[in-house]
């Protein structure tokens, strides 16, 4: 990708959930994502509804909001940089929730 004349900073990553894989290579995908991290580019995770999902809670498309909003807050968990979701303020809220956490963990001694 640099030698096509990108920018470092024009750079991320995105795994490209749900594009050619079935649910376990999705889910194996999701859990190597510290791999991605690794590579010192801003990682993308875009999950939110996504079939990965309703095969997992067994529910329609609209009815993912759990799931979404749980898969969401582990990649932040993961420090993933970018989050594409569907239901931002909900969203929000979790991750919110998982960084007051991680700073009240940071100060624990």
Same mark, same amino acid.
């Given at each position: ?6 920018? %470092?900073?024009?750079? %991320? ?25 690794? %590579? ?25 909001? %759990? ?43």
């Amino acid at each position: 990708m640099r030698t096509s004349g990108l920018k %470092a900073d024009e750079i %991320a990553i995105d795994p490209g959930f749900g594009f050619g894989k079935n649910v376990d290579q999705n889910y194996q995908l999701f859990a190597s994502i510290p791999r991605f991290i690794e %590579a010192n580019y801003p990682v993308l995770v875009g999950v939110s509804r996504k079939s990965m999902l309703g095969a997992v809670v067994n529910k329609p498309v609209e009815q993912r909001l %759990a799931g979404s909003i749980a898969a969401a807050t582990m990649a932040t968990e993961m420090n993933v940089h970018i989050v594409r979701v569907h239901d931002v303020e909900e969203t929000v809220d979790a991750v919110n929730v998982v960084n007051a956490v991680r700073e009240a963990k940071s100060q624990i001694k």
